[in-house]
């Protein structure tokens, strides 16, 4: 596999693993633990910083470095439009959202729990729905409609 190849299940597997500590940090603070909430909240938020990293870094070698564009989806029928509509809406909230989890985040870790509370329940499920939605485009694009090479 080069080295191409391995970028967009790295990012895959980033943004599940995100995903996965957004929903114990949830079930944590619902529980009113509130130290593996705010370890869940800073693993989150580290592990999507890395997928950024990740994601953009994959993206330049594609474009810049080997002169790609971007990948194909080959699926037909009405896979389209809902590719395309779960595609449209991730790429949306995800380039608006960065700024507001750490706007989140930062309240969280200044102890303006009331700010912080506020805001989570916007941004919150806007992030875990950027995460989940990035890995249902991964599947569709490189598993389900992959095009053999």
């Known amino acids: 596999m080069d080295l191409l ?3 967009p299940h790295l990012n895959a597997l980033l943004n599940a693993t995100s995903g996965v500590f ?6 944590f ?3 009113k633990r509130v130290h593996e909430h705010r370890f869940c909240m800073i693993a989150a938020s580290s592990i999507s910083a890395l997928f950024l990293i990740s994601y953009i870094s994959h993206d330049a070698l594609r474009t810049y470095y080997f002169g790609l564009g971007p990948t194909k989806f ?3 029928g009405l896979a389209r ?3 395309f509509t779960i595609l449209t809406s991730h790429t949306i909230l995800a380039a608006v959202i960065g700024p507001f989890v750490v706007a989140t985040l930062y309240r969280g ?3 303006r729990f009331d700010d912080h509370r506020r805001l989570a329940r916007l941004v919150y499920p806007v992030w875990l729905y950027v995460s989940l939605t ?3 485009v991964y599947l569709m694009l490189y598993q389900i409609y992959s095009t053999p090479r």
Do not use: A, D, S
């Open 134 to 136: 990035g890995v249902v």
């Open 81 to 83: 439009p809902i590719y």
């Open 22 to 27: 957004l929903i114990c940090g949830l079930f």
């Open 29 to 31: 603070i619902l529980n």
């Open 74 to 76: 080959t699926g037909e």
């Open 5 to 7: 190849q391995i970028f």
């Open 109 to 111: 870790l200044k102890g």
